[in-house]
């Protein structure tokens, strides 16, 4: 018997372009029953990292496979095929790497190897929506001579930045400053970003010497949370009226519409129109919408997911305000050739048919009045969307609430 254990030393979450470090432990464990002769042999073992893709059959409709291509050495069990057994396709994987060939483990031995390999920067984020999913694992593979491969799957969260400048459409509001969306730029090849032989981003330790691979990518993981930071700080005042039909009912304030996930949206109204509100609600939403190439029916609805919500009764409120949370566990936007992401603010509100005044009655006919609500009022409703932008953060806190574990383990 032969333990595996694959440790990821920095956590589960990673950035498109950082490089992947995986230590992984083979151990004979030591028992009473243990002699010299219980040796164990290992003939090979691999590792490889592959995205698998899964779609919803009822909303996606993906082209035929071509069966031409069809593997028949991946039927044999002797084949290392790291998505045997998985659902969906294989959409990306790098190439597979040996560990070791000819292991031999004496009782109470344990030999440890480090995988690293780098994350493609043109696959798809981790996702799983109400349509497709996208999952990133680390397979490692082992084999004693003559019997089966067995396989160790170490899933982990991928955050992707875009590499291209995005404009948002021309903004009503009057603004002191840019508007962050459109000076937001990325670049999509990290590794092609060459950095200055007397420059550093972030301070290093003179005590500790690194190996210049490493280094470099940990120079590349601080550039990339410094230009995120650097993105989603800039505010500027952002004012849009709120009316409907019949009027003005107030004023919506934000100072910013790019965000990190982890983030609060905070916003404040202020009801200083001639519409009475009565009751409002502000939802968080992601707006999942397949390409219609790949439509299961022309013309199907978006597909809505609420992260976050905020409902306030405000008649007779003069301001009001909001915050709602980014979770951490939630994916950035994106869009791929199947599917796009999107974020908005949704917005709804319940005003008075009638004016302000009349919201109120007397309650008795003493000397001291004690006003009361009417039973019945007629209201109108109406909605409004506001999209916004949420970029992807330092895995490291991504890595916090990620529900994947560090750690993984089989016995073989």
Request: aromatic share 8%; glycine share 6%; net charge negative.
């Amino acid at each position: 018997m032969i333990e595996v254990l694959a440790k990821l030393g920095r956590g589960p979450v990673f950035l498109a372009g950082e490089v992947l470090e995986c230590v992984i432990t083979f151990t004979n464990p030591l028992s009473a029953s243990s002699t010299s002769a219980s040796s164990e042999m290992l003939a090979w073992a691999s590792a490889q990292i592959h995205c698998q893709f899964h779609a919803s059959e009822n909303r996606v409709a993906l082209p035929p496979s071509d069966g031409s291509k069809h593997d028949v050495q991946a039927e044999n069990e002797t084949v290392f095929v790291p998505n045997r057994g998985e659902r969906g396709q294989c959409i990306l994987s790098t190439p597979p790497k040996i560990l070791f060939c000819d292991l031999r483990l004496d009782p109470g031995e344990s030999k440890s190897y480090s995988y690293c390999e780098t994350l493609p920067v043109d696959g798809p984020p981790s996702f799983r929506g109400q349509s497709v999913k996208y999952v990133y694992k680390l397979t490692i593979g082992c084999q004693r001579v003559n019997s089966p491969i067995k396989l160790l799957r170490v899933p982990f969260r991928v955050l992707v930045l875009h590499g291209k400048a995005t404009r948002c459409p021309p903004c009503t509001a009057s603004q002191a400053a840019p508007c962050p969306a459109e000076t937001l730029t990325f670049f999509s090849g990290l590794k092609d970003y060459q950095f200055p032989q007397d420059e550093a981003v972030a301070p290093s330790n003179p005590f500790l010497e690194e190996e210049e691979g490493l280094k470099k990518d940990s120079r590349l993981a601080d550039l990339a949370t410094e230009l995120l930071m650097v993105a989603t700080s800039r505010r500027s005042l952002h004012l849009y009226n709120i009316s409907n039909t019949r009027g003005k009912v107030g004023t919506f304030c934000i100072f910013k519409t790019v965000y990190k996930i982890g983030e609060d949206v905070i916003g404040t109204f202020n009801f200083s129109g001639d519409i009475p509100c009565l009751q409002f609600s502000v939802s968080l939403q992601t707006e999942e919408s397949i390409q219609e190439e790949f439509q299961r029916r022309r013309g199907q609805p978006v597909s809505f997911t609420m992260h976050a919500r905020h409902q306030e009764s405000c008649l007779h409120t003069a301001q009001s305000s909001f915050s709602l949370p980014i979770p951490l566990s939630s994916t950035p936007g994106f869009t791929t050739n199947v599917v796009s992401l999107k974020w908005r603010l949704h917005f709804e509100f319940v005003t008075s048919g009638e004016s302000a005044g009349s919201c109120l009655v007397r309650g008795s006919q003493s000397e001291a009045v004690t006003w009361t609500g009417v039973e019945q009022m007629e209201v109108d409703t109406f909605s409004w969307d506001l999209p916004i932008k949420v970029l992807p953060t330092n895995p490291i806190l991504a890595s916090y609430v990620s529900q994947f574990s560090s750690t993984n383990s089989i016995t073989i």
